[in-house]
C-alpha cells in the first residue's frame, strides 16, 4: 500500500465541502434553518473562547503563582 500526502489545504477544503453538504441538506429538508446555523456557530465560538481563557488562567496558575 502506497502512502499518500495530504495538504492541510486539502484536508480544510474537504471538511468545508462536507459541512456545506451537510447544511445544504438540512436546511432543504427543513430540519433547521441559516439563522440557528450561525446562532450555533456564535454559541459555539463563544464556549471556545472562555476554554481557551480558563486554560490560560490554568497555565498562570501553575506556573506564575505557584513558583
Known amino acids: 500500500m502506497t502512502e499518500q500526502k495530504i495538504s492541510y489545504e ?3 477544503y474537504s471538511n468545508m465541502m462536507s459541512i ?3 447544511v445544504s441538506l438540512l436546511t432543504r429538508k427543513g430540519l433547521i ?3 440557528e446555523i450561525l446562532d450555533e456557530l456564535k454559541a459555539i465560538k463563544i464556549r471556545d473562547e472562555k476554554g481557551q481563557e480558563l486554560i490560560k488562567f490554568s497555565y498562570y496558575q501553575r506556573h506564575i503563582c505557584i513558583s
Open 20 to 22: 456545506e453538504a451537510l
Open 10 to 12: 486539502e484536508i480544510a
Open 33 to 35: 434553518t441559516e439563522q
